[in-house]
């Protein structure tokens, strides 16, 4: 079965600080690997995905992540934290093959101080 | 516009009352799924379908019932809502081609209330 963990339930950093969020995941098999942002009131809005090929992914609005096999890990960055980043985000996995159910961390709420 | 439409968005109803949440995607998706949220637990998913008239139990399926008779449609049926019902309600849906990874597309999401 796979899994996602995300350590902690909120990180506060101020405006124009680094955005780290962290993800672990467990999958016996590699794994396809998103991260979603949720706004408030809002549904669920893809930042960005690993499929194949290169480790270090750019999503929308500046953030990022890397694939690290070795650490079974897909931690989300941004170098600049904007006011507009405050939301919930969540890490997700799912397996390749044709079941497209997605495994969900708990979720991150990122709070931006001014 | 493509697009996951979700209705109602918001529902405040009252145990045992049958209910149903739409779902309808205008992406020509075979893969459709139904979420639901809590707070501390992420998305769990409730239901999915892998193509019209297929579909399967996910991880938290009790209370829920789903049917898939036209491509584009996924409602969930709740028979006999009860409390501990109340959540938040995605959809999604993907396409099952390799080229898009199964990247789901979510609606807006349904907040029900079951007093």
């Known amino acids: 079965a796979q899994s996602v963990t995300q350590l902690g339930s909120h990180v506060s950093v101020s405006e124009g600080a680094l955005v780290l969020l962290r993800c672990n995941y467990s999958s016996s098999v590699p794994p396809y690997l998103f991260w979603y942002v949720q706004y408030p009131n809002q549904g669920l809005q893809l930042l960005l995905k690993?499929?194949?090929?290169?480790?270090l992914v750019k999503g929308i609005n500046g953030f990022e992540a890397e694939f690290k096999k070795s650490e079974t890990s897909f931690h989300l960055t941004k170098p600049s934290a904007h006011m507009s980043d405050a939301a919930e985000y969540f890490c997700?996995?799912?397996?390749?093959?044709?079941?497209?159910?997605?495994?969900f961390g708990k979720g991150i709420t990122l709070s931006v101080r001014p | 516009e493509a697009q996951v439409t979700q209705n109602p968005r918001y529902l405040i109803t009252v145990t045992g009352k049958k209910l149903t949440v739409t779902c309808s995607q205008n992406?020509?998706?075979?893969?459709m799924s139904w979420y639901r949220q809590d707070p501390g637990l992420g998305l769990r998913q409730i239901y999915y379908s892998m193509n019209v008239e297929v579909t399967d139990k996910g991880d938290v399926p009790e209370g829920y019932k789903v049917s898939r008779k036209e491509k584009r449609n996924f409602p969930l049926i709740l028979e006999s809502p009860s409390p501990n019902q109340t959540s938040l309600y995605f959809c999604?849906?993907?396409?099952?081609?390799?080229?898009?990874?199964?990247?789901?597309?979510f609606g807006p999401g349904t907040r029900l209330t079951v007093t």
């Open positions: 690993y499929t194949t090929g290169a480790t």
């Open positions: 992406m020509n998706h075979e893969y």
């Open positions: 997700a996995v799912r397996r390749t093959g044709a079941n497209s159910k997605l495994t």
């Open positions: 999604a849906s993907s396409s099952r081609g390799q080229a898009t990874s199964y990247e789901q597309y």
